[in-house]
């Protein structure tokens, strides 16, 4: 099977099962993420809005937020499925792919996927190329 098949196996179930759990009144556009870590363990996240707009927080930091809270390593995050209810595969924010690329592994794999057969992948440079990272503020 594909890496990205695999992974939508894997990680789209609970993500769409977080999204169900999204707190979005304002934008009535819910977001489920699953992000799995070299163990296996799988951590959740759905977008959580709020009544002072700026506030809001993304599924995909809410899930990697979840995965540290837990005792994972960063950088030891292999892979992260998006789930948005519908026919399009969304992508994620810039901010989001910012703590992704710090957080998940190397040759980690980043997908969307929907209700319809339309999917998106990403591969870490293929989701952040020339990124800010933390030996950038030693130079
Ligand atoms: N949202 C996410 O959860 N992840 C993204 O990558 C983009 C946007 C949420 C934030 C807000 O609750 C809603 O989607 C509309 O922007």
Not at 68 to 94: D, F, M, N, R, W
Request: overall charge neutral.
């Amino acid at each position: 099977m594909r890496k990205i098949d695999a992974t939508i196996a894997q990680l789209k179930r609970p993500a769409s099962e977080a999204a169900a759990n999204s707190y979005s009144p304002y934008s009535h556009f819910p977001v489920g993420v699953a992000v799995v870590s070299e163990s296996g363990e799988i951590y959740r996240g759905c977008n959580v809005e709020n009544a002072s707009f700026g506030l809001t927080q993304c599924a995909e930091r809410a899930a990697l937020a979840s995965a540290i809270a837990a005792g994972v390593t960063p950088g030891k995050l292999t892979a992260l499925v998006i789930y948005t209810p519908g026919k399009t595969a969304h992508t994620p924010c810039g901010a989001c792919r910012q703590v992704m690329h710090e957080l998940m592994s190397t040759d980690s794999l980043v997908v969307s996927c929907c209700d319809g057969k339309e999917t998106k992948a990403w591969t870490r440079d293929e989701y952040l190329p020339d990124p800010f990272v933390p030996d950038s503020l030693l130079k």
